[in-house]
């Protein structure tokens, strides 16, 4: 079982920018495709950006051009940079592996969840 620790949220204005970062445990973690996933009060958790152990992403249309996924296998790390923040952006953000065939149901691997990290946008 992996385990993910999430970081790096805060409140910032519209406009603004945040860097969040997710460090997983485990030895596999550079076999998986890794997603950010955020679950706003009252609504259900979506995946808003994934990437597969080589590289390539997908975006939710609403974060298209705004937030980058990366990832660090060395460090065991996946990063969300996340540029002209929005209100509706607010939201509790979570880490997780992604069955990437299953990505538009949002596909996570595991059942186990991470605290998670704050974002709250506002001015």
């Known amino acids: 079982q992996v385990q993910f620790v999430e970081s790096g949220g805060g409140l910032v204005q519209p406009g603004g920018s945040l860097r969040l970062s997710c460090a997983a445990s485990g030895s596999l973690f550079s076999m998986y495709a890794m997603g950010w996933y955020r679950q706003a009060p009252g609504k259900q958790r979506e995946l808003v950006a994934a990437i597969t152990s080589s590289g390539t992403t997908d975006y939710r249309d609403s974060v298209k051009g705004r937030f980058t996924i990366s990832r660090d296998n060395a460090k065991k790390t996946v990063y969300l940079q996340m540029n002209s923040l929005k209100p509706e952006d607010t939201a509790v953000y979570y880490c997780?592996?992604?069955?990437?065939?299953?990505?538009?149901?949002?596909?996570?691997?595991?059942?186990?969840w991470g605290q998670g990290t704050q974002v709250t946008v506002s001015s």
């Open positions: 997780n592996a992604v069955r990437w065939a299953d990505r538009a149901r949002g596909g996570a691997l595991f059942d186990s």
